[in-house]
């Protein structure tokens, strides 16, 4: 079992910017792929974008440009970092791990999630 720890949510003005990090409980070099996922008041949880243990990313084409996932084996840590917000990127982000393949994922481990909030 992973247990996974976000942590960067807050409140943020359109156009800001923020730094989601999600630590596991091992070594994510074990993991195939890890990703982000964020579910807004009355919507289902999407995909926000999923980075592999080689380094291939796949991003939702609403964040595409603005958003970057990146990972950091040495500190058991992947990042999101979020440009540009806008008030539709307002949700929950959980952070998320499983295996490929990266055009169909299989998620596994969840974290409890962190709030994001941006305003206009």
């Known amino acids: 079992q992973v247990q996974l720890v976000e942590s960067g949510g807050g409140l943020v003005q359109a156009g800001g910017s923020l730094r989601l990090s999600c630590t596991a409980s091992?070594?994510?070099?074990?993991?195939?792929?890890m990703g982000w996922y964020r579910q807004a008041p009355g919507k289902q949880r999407e995909l926000v974008a999923i980075?592999?243990?080689?380094?291939?990313?796949k991003y939702a084409d609403f964040v595409k440009d603005r958003f970057t996932i990146s990972r950091d084996n040495a500190k058991n840590t992947v990042y999101l970092q979020m440009n540009s917000l806008k008030p539709e990127d307002t949700a929950v982000y959980y952070c998320?791990?499983?295996?490929?393949?990266?055009?169909?994922?299989?998620?596994?481990?969840w974290g409890q999630g962190t709030q994001v909030t941006v305003s206009s």
């Open positions: 091992r070594s994510i070099f074990s993991i195939d792929a």
């Open positions: 998320s791990g499983g295996r490929g393949p990266i055009a169909i994922p299989t998620m596994v481990y």
């Open positions: 980075i592999t243990v080689g380094g291939s990313t």
